[in-house]
């Protein structure tokens, strides 16, 4: 609520009213270049808020929780709004220059507030979407074991295969394991854009359930580079270990994909 009087209070001041009015125009750009897909709905009250904060000086780790549950609760993915949180960012560092919003590049402190305001909005939706991880936007355990059933009634086991990361989370604790399986599921979608199953199997193990193909070597190599670099950008998350990153042969029956899968997650 401060934050929102606060942006009313510019509408009156010329001086601030042109700035806003000018950094939420540059944001909208450089949000829309960098892919967000609906550019109808990317005004948000919220986003003033956050533009009054800029223009004041004050604290944006404040104000962009409540940026965050605008967009979850508008149906935007976690992807999604922090690529917009990059563009903002993108656009405050880089003068009057073209921009590229660099998810890499922005602060972890704007992020993590972000990515929690995000996921409580995303809480209150877990009534009607009990098959998604809440923090990280991907499908449970639970629905990859419906999607595994589906795939062995079609006996197509020997054309699908389960892409695994696993991070070792012995080191760190609380919000950057978290974010550790963010910049995991990030990565997951990166890379496997197709559609398919993208789920989180246990607390730092995440899997791809996918077609076999020609691409499989070059995906795993993708996946092991990504991550790797996005877990070096940010300093918090500098004591995950080495990511382990591995394709899984479908077992011979469903019952033992869903051992497979308790295992992996234990």
Known sequence: MVARDAASSLIGRDDHRDALCTLRSRWRSASLASGWPFPSDWALAEVDEV?????????????????????????????ETLLDLAAL?????????????DPDATPSK??????????DAAADQLGTREAVDAMTGMTTTCY??????????DEATDDHVLFLVGL???AVEGWTRSVAMVLVAQVLREVFPGGETVSLIGPSVAGVLARRDARVNTRLAKVRWLLARRLTVDPHLHEVG?????????????????????????
């Open 51 to 79: 533009c009054a904060a800029v223009v004041t000086g004050a604290d944006l780790a404040e104000v962009v929780p409540a940026l965050g549950r605008a967009r979850a609760a508008a149906g935007a993915g976690l992807d």
């Open 89 to 101: 960012h993108a656009v405050l560092t880089s003068g009057d220059a073209l921009v590229s919003a």
């Open 110 to 119: 704007l992020m993590r507030a972000t990515a929690l305001g995000w996921a």
């Open 144 to 153: 990859l074991r419906t999607r595994l059933g589906e795939v062995y009634r």
């Open 168 to 170: 070792d989370l012995s």
């Open 242 to 266: 080495t990511p382990t990153v591995w394709p899984e042969m479908l077992p011979e029956c469903h019952l033992e994909a869903c051992e497979l899968l308790a295992h992996l997650g234990g």
